[in-house]
C-alpha cells in the first residue's frame, strides 16, 4: 500500500491506495481510505509516525507490515523534513518527495523551475494525466493557485491569489462591527442582512474572480482550456462557476501516486 501526504501550511491531506491500481484509474479509484488533519508544523517525525499508526489502525492496517511505499509533496519544509526522516527511521525504503530533481514526467517552464509548489507540480502531472490539455487547475486552499498546462503536458505557470478563508479572515479581523462569518452561499446577490452581503462578495467576488482569470487565460492560450477545480472549498465554489468543469478533491494525491510509480 501507498501512502500519499498533501502537506499544506493549513491543512494535510493523507490518502491510502493499493500501490499496484492500475495507472488508467480515476483519481479516487484504488484509494482505501482518506484523512483531513491540521498541519501542525511543530511535529517531530516520531510524532507523525504515532499520527499516521493510529489512523491506519482505525482502518486495520499495520503501518510497518502493509505499507510499501510513502510520497509526499509540502510547502512546509519542516514537515517535509520530519516526514522524510519518520519514513528513513520506521522503513526500509525511502520516501518519494516531490522536489527539484525528483522525476514528475512534466517539464517545468517556469523561468525558475525550482520556485514551482510541490503541490502544484502533483495537480499538473494528474490533470494532464486525466484531462489531457490545455488545462487550468484551480486549487482552493490557503491561496488559490491557478495553475496553466499545455496540450502537450507542460507546466506553462499561472496565478495565485489569497485563499478564501485567508482573505475573510483577514477582513474580519480588521473590521471590528465585523464578527464570525459561515462559508455558505447566501440566498441572493444582493445581500439583505450584514451576514449575507459578506457572504456575497466572499463567494460570488471569488467565483467571479475565477471565471475572469480562466477566460484570460484561454484568451492568452488561443484556445478553451478544460478546467478542473480541487481543494477544501472546491465543492462551495465550483457549483455556481460558470467555466469550472470538473471538481477533482483528491487530485493531489493522485499526482503523488503517479509521481510514486515514476520513481520506482
Request: hydrophobic share 45%; charged share 20%.
Amino acid at each position: 500500500m501507498l501512502l500519499a501526504l498533501d502537506i499544506g501550511n493549513t491543512q494535510t491531506v493523507v490518502g491510502l491506495y493499493e500501490a499496484d491500481r492500475a495507472e488508467d484509474c480515476r483519481a479516487d479509484h484504488g484509494m482505501i481510505e482518506h484523512w483531513r488533519l491540521s498541519t501542525v508544523h511543530e511535529r517531530t517525525p516520531d510524532e507523525v509516525a504515532v499520527l499516521l499508526r493510529s489512523l491506519l489502525d482505525s482502518i486495520d492496517v499495520a503501518m510497518e507490515d502493509e505499507l510499501t511505499g510513502v510520497a509526499v509533496c509540502s510547502g512546509v519544509p519542516r514537515m517535509r523534513e520530519s516526514v522524510r526522516m519518520m519514513v528513513q527511521r520506521y522503513f526500509d525504503f525511502d520516501p518519494v518527495v516531490i522536489e527539484p530533481g525528483t522525476r514528475s514526467g512534466i517539464p517545468i517552464l517556469y523561468d525558475n523551475p525550482r520556485e514551482v509548489g510541490a503541490d502544484r507540480i502533483a495537480n499538473a502531472v494528474a490533470a494532464h494525466h486525466l484531462y489531457g490539455g490545455p488545462a487550468v487547475i484551480v486549487d482552493f486552499g490557503t491561496t488559490n493557485n491557478f495553475d496553466v498546462i499545455s496540450e502537450a503536458g507542460e507546466f506553462l505557470g499561472g496565478a495565485i491569489g489569497p485563499g478564501i478563508e485567508v482573505s475573510l479572515d483577514a477582513m474580519v479581523g480588521r473590521a471590528a462591527a465585523l464578527g464570525p462569518v459561515a462559508l455558505t452561499e447566501p440566498r441572493n446577490v444582493i445581500g439583505k442582512t450584514t451576514m449575507e452581503s459578506i457572504q456575497s462578495g466572499v463567494i460570488y467576488g471569488f467565483v467571479s474572480q475565477i471565471d475572469g482569470m480562466v477566460n484570460r487565460f484561454s484568451a492568452e492560450l488561443d484556445s478553451e482550456a478544460i478546467v478542473i477545480a480541487t481543494g477544501g472549498l472546491a465543492h462551495l465554489i465550483a457549483p455556481l462557476s460558470q467555466t469550472i468543469q470538473f471538481i477533482e478533491p483528491y487530485l493531489t494525491l493522485h499526482g503523488l501516486w503517479l509521481v510514486h510509480r515514476r520513481n520506482q
